[in-house]
């Protein structure tokens, strides 16, 4: 007894001195004092939790992962907070199939609140499940079918399955009954930006405000839109700003490594690319960044290497199939250059000159005429004399099947009485 009960002493004076630790933000001093608890009680599931804000603090996320999956595994699933923990660092660092699951069975268990139900179906929506964000959409809407946030939700829904003017509509009179709604706002910014209006986009930033406007999505969609206006000094300067606050954003530093690339400094940006890979080894980004830098200089198998390990960790991420076509393309991997065209679209992230290019890629290989002919339909609607774009339209045109001509004269129906 008295051996156990020193053993308990032990653990609970190390416990003590962890949390001191972690209130000074001194995470190994915090980790050392945390192992010898969890040496003294192994079975006591805080000391996990600890662990992994520790780790967190440190930037060890996948050490901080581990930790919490211990915890997870002694409540057996059933603690919301940790599942809610789990599922937050899986997003953070583009684990997207894991934070799903997480959402899922804390939906599954009845623990997930009405905000958390709205960023599974919008997470569920943005990985190509429509059918399973509407379903996730559907209780909240059910009880309360003007809710504003969940509208927000069912616009992007509608936008990212293709539904572009009902989506558009949506945004619209969410915005025009509230016009501080942050979540239509940067969703709309999103939507003009796509669609090649990066001023319209600029506009709705604008109108979003307080510490909507200071998170990591609001700031590097800024960034975006300043990056389609030719002012990537601007852009650097909100990047910074955002890791003034959070220096160990693995993604924010990607962004700001794409800044610098863009404004030419090349040995800049692939330092802020090896720190964010440091931070997370396969974020998608900064492998992106690191393909474009290879195929400025020239390497194009290197670059096309770092966009496939980009895509090996985020299948969807726009931003390589926007570049991967263009090098299938020269290389003359036409039906691989549709392929990440037809991905773009179906990702809702395709722009006018994609569509237009995908349109021009359907006439040459004689194939889906109809959805090319939308598609350069809509292009010609943006710029009407545009020759190239007149081009294709006329060659998809003279693909069309000619209608099969009615007979004329009287019908002799054989047999007939």
Do not use: C
């Amino acid at each position: 007894m008295a051996a156990a009960e020193s053993k308990a002493q032990r653990a609970q004076t190390a416990l003590t001195e962890a949390r001191g630790h972690l209130s000074n933000g001194q995470a190994p001093a915090a980790l050392a004092a945390l192992r010898r608890a969890t040496t003294a009680t192994p079975d006591n599931m805080e000391l996990y939790l600890l662990t992994a804000q520790a780790h967190r603090m440190a930037g060890n996320e996948g050490a901080a992962i581990l930790a919490l999956k211990q915890a997870a595994a002694m409540s057996k699933g059933a603690d919301p907070a940790i599942q809610r923990q789990l599922a937050d660092i899986y997003l953070e660092h583009g684990l997207t199939k894991d934070a799903l699951a997480a959402l899922i069975t804390m939906r599954d268990a009845g623990n997930l609140p009405d905000a958390d139900v709205l960023r599974l179906a919008r997470l569920q929506a943005r990985e190509g499940q429509i059918d399973a964000a509407f379903k996730s959409l559907e209780g909240i809407l059910r009880e309360n079918p003007d809710d504003a946030e969940a509208k927000s939700v069912e616009a992007e829904v509608l936008w990212l399955k293709g539904d572009e003017l009902l989506a558009a509509n949506l945004m619209d009179r969410l915005l025009n009954q509230d016009p501080a709604l942050a979540s239509a706002r940067l969703l709309r910014a999103r939507y003009f930006l796509v669609n090649g209006f990066p001023d319209l986009a600029e506009s709705d930033l604008n109108a979003v405000k307080g510490e909507d406007a200071e998170r990591l999505e609001a700031v590097t969609l800024r960034a975006r839109v300043y990056l389609a206006q030719g002012r990537a000094p601007d852009a650097e300067a909100a990047l910074r700003k955002l890791l003034e606050a959070q220096p160990q954003n693995a993604e924010a530093l990607a962004w700001l490594a794409e800044t610098l690339l863009v404004q030419g400094r090349r040995a800049d940006a692939m330092a802020m690319v090896d720190k964010a890979l440091q931070l997370d080894p396969r974020l998608a980004r900064a492998l992106y960044v690191r393909g474009r830098s290879l195929e400025e200089q020239g390497d194009r198998r290197g670059a096309e290497e770092a966009y496939r390990f980009a895509l090996s960790s985020a299948p969807r991420f726009a931003p390589v199939h926007s570049r991967m076509w263009r090098i299938h393309l020269k290389a003359d991997r036409v039906a691989d250059a549709e392929a990440s065209l037809e991905r773009l679209l179906s990702l809702s992230e395709a722009s006018i000159e994609e569509k237009a290019q995908l349109a021009a890629l359907y006439a040459r290989m004689q194939t889906k005429v109809s959805q090319g002919l939308k598609l350069i339909d809509e292009a010609l609607k943006r710029e009407p004399e545009n020759p190239d774009y007149l081009r294709t339209q006329k060659a998809l045109i003279a693909l069309k099947p000619k209608p099969k001509k009615k007979p004329s004269g009287p019908i002799i129906i054989r047999g007939g009485r």
